[in-house]
């Protein structure tokens, strides 16, 4: 059933600003009483507005930027490292004889991000503390190419897969462990041939934990609450593990959000949001997300995503709240209390 | 309309630091990415403009070796029709006018209306290419283009020079001419993936100096006007001062250095 007067009314469609409202939480998926997913068809709408090239200039610099030099942050691959200065972490050899159990996905964000490399060094501390054999891609790394797809750059996004795929299996290592849950998602269910297990880094430490690896000695005295990120939770199940994590913490007083796990409320980062200018005037979900935690009394409002902390973060400052509230990795804290 | 547009590979370099290669004539490259020239993306996008609105063809021109292929796609991509690429060991060294020789060469054979190319080259900033175009091809020019309007019998081009302070110079120029553009003139759309994989099936033809009816002697440091003999990084004087410590030092010093000198 697909004519010209059909292709005329997508194009109409695909050319009104609301496409690129959607921030492909999955909500209408999750809630969707016949299995539908209707966050695709935005999507597929966007994919017509990039073949055409009739992008954003912010989305179509973040989407060069991915071709040309792997990131979308517009900055070289010969700064993709730059973060683990100091640190004497290991880089892996492709083919290497030796097994290394895990290897660490870092992507862009938090690869670039002067607020969210912490994010990473802390990744670094607490895996130290536990003993863990791990090691990075170094600057051959590249952007998983989750945003990509969510851009409607399937081409894009096909190469992402590809080139991703073969570089990561030529890696002997026993697991991969993604920081962000963007990563994870798109080496979990969109990636094509990938032959190691992938796990985002709050199951790892959540194993780590049990099994009395990593000890917390040190206490925490904040009340605490957790924001489910959308591709975490709604979109693969992830709502125990970070939970465990952040109440096996030591004078953790942890207190859930009225909209968590499934019905948590997205924090506007995903979808290719973090380079889209919306047109919309209605308050950010990230704002009503903060004021939500502090009508809770939060003094933290801990993450697992690296979206998430920058989205949440901007709302504290633009509330006037940072100095009142935290938003924090849980990586973050857990290497406060190692 | 038929049109050429010249387009440049370019070192990045708003983001990365620039070292002098062991030369002393050229730069490490190592660690650079690559892309189009800004300006050049600009004239790329103002050709297919023009095309769509009232038809025509664009050509698309680069002097480079194979690695310029990658942004002559990108211009493919984007809209246009054909694609020539000039690589010759004789080019080595080349100034903006010995480059201009070997353009004009390959443009000189074409049926063309307009000539685009970007106003000024990221990498050695001479906005001599362009001009001196112009001139060899025996056609009036306008440099730091920020408006074109085709006139209603295609004849005639009207278009905007930048001046300085945001000041708009109008003319009105008979066809052939070259236009050099300046970035701002537009929005250039995105070269999707699909798209660059899809403009690698047009052929790209590869053309020698000689191929151009050129002699080796009219380009390289022979066939130029200036000729290239060291970068160096700028001195310290003696009135320079550089401030150390950490961000939050430096910015204080160099508050408290503006205050004292009566600067804010």
């Known amino acids: 059933m697909y004519d010209t007067v059909n292709q005329d009314l997508l194009e109409e469609l695909s050319a009104k600003p609301e496409i690129w409202d959607c921030t492909t939480c999955w909500t209408c998926a999750a809630r969707c009483p016949k299995g539908l997913e209707p966050m695709e068809v935005l999507v597929g709408l966007r994919s017509i507005q990039v073949e055409e090239g009739k992008v954003q200039p912010t989305v179509r610099d973040a989407l060069q930027s991915i071709f040309q030099d792997g990131n979308p942050w517009g900055v070289p691959r010969a700064k993709r490292y730059d973060w683990a200065e100091g640190l004497d972490v290991k880089i892996l050899e492709p083919e290497a004889e030796e097994k290394t159990d895990v290897l660490v996905f870092v992507c862009c964000t938090d690869a670039y ?19 863990v054999d791990f090691g990075f891609i170094g600057e051959d790394e590249s952007c998983c190419g989750s945003e990509v797809r ?13 080139e991703n795929v073969e570089m990561l299996n030529s890696f002997n290592v026993e697991r991969i462990v993604t920081i962000s849950p963007h990563c994870y998602n798109a080496m979990k269910k969109e990636y094509h041939g990938l032959k190691h297990p ?55 007083d942890f207190r859930e959000f009225d909209r968590c796990r499934e019905r948590s409320l997205c924090c506007e980062g995903g979808g290719g949001k973090m380079w889209v200018e919306s047109e919309s005037t209605e308050e950010r979900l990230a704002e009503v997300r903060v004021r939500d935690a502090r009508e809770m009394g939060a003094q933290v409002i801990a993450v697992a995503c690296p979206f998430c902390l920058l989205t949440l973060e901007d709302a504290t400052k633009v509330q006037g709240l940072e100095e009142e509230m935290q938003v924090m990795d849980i990586l973050e804290i857990l290497s406060e209390v190692l | 309309m038929n049109m050429v547009v010249c387009v440049k590979r370019v070192p990045d370099t708003a983001e990365s630091e620039v070292h002098i290669d062991s030369t002393g004539k050229g730069i490490e490259t190592g660690k650079l990415s690559f892309r189009m020239n800004d300006a050049d993306n600009y004239a790329v996008e103002e050709a297919i403009l023009i095309k769509e609105k009232i038809g025509g063809t664009v050509n698309v021109i680069s002097i480079g070796d194979e690695k310029s292929d990658e942004q002559i796609r990108m211009a493919l991509a984007k809209g246009g029709d054909e694609a020539i690429r000039i690589t010759d060991p004789a080019l080595a060294g080349s100034d903006g006018f010995a480059l201009a020789k070997a353009l004009a060469a390959a443009i000189k054979g074409m049926e063309y209306d307009l000539v685009l190319t970007g106003a000024l080259a990221d990498d050695d ?31 005639k081009i009207k278009v905007g020079r930048e001046l300085e302070g945001g000041l708009m110079e109008f003319l009105e120029m008979e066809l052939p001419a070259v236009l050099t553009i300046q970035t701002g003139i537009n929005e250039p759309r995105y070269a999707s993936f699909k798209g660059i994989k899809a403009a690698a099936k047009k052929e790209i033809a590869v053309k020698s100096v000689a191929d151009l009816g050129l002699d080796p002697s009219e380009v390289g ?25 950490d961000p939050a030092e430096t910015a204080a010093k160099l508050a408290a250095i503006l205050k004292e000198k009566g600067l804010v």
């Not at chain 1, 060094?121 to 536990?130: E, F, P, S, T």
């Not at chain 1, 969510?150 to 590809?162: H, I, K, P």
């Not at chain 1, 979109?235 to 109440?247: G, H, K, S, V």
Request: with cysteine; net charge negative.
């Open chain 1, 150 to 162: 969510r851009l409607g750059e399937e081409g894009l996004f096909e190469m992402c897969d590809e």
């Open chain 1, 113 to 131: 991000d002067t607020r969210v490399v912490k994010v990473t060094q802390a990744l670094v501390k607490v895996l130290r503390a536990a003993g």
């Open chain 2, 221 to 245: 440091e022979a066939g130029s006007w200036a000729v290239l003999e060291s970068f160096t990084y700028p001195v310290v004087g003696e009135k320079a001062e550089i401030l150390e410590g």
């Open chain 1, 198 to 252: 992938v796990l985002h880094y709050t199951q790892l430490l959540d194993q780590l934990i049990g099994e009395g690896k990593l000890k917390l000695s040190g206490n925490y005295e904040k009340v605490v609450t957790y924001h489910d990120p959308c591709y975490l939770g709604k979109q693969n199940d992830i709502y125990e593990e970070p939970r465990r994590i952040l109440t096996s913490i030591p004078g953790v």
């Open chain 2, 125 to 155: 900033g001479c906005a001599v290419v362009g001009v001196a175009l112009a001139e060899l091809l025996g056609v009036p020019h306008a440099a730091y283009v920020k408006k074109v309007e085709v006139l209603e019998d295609g004849k």
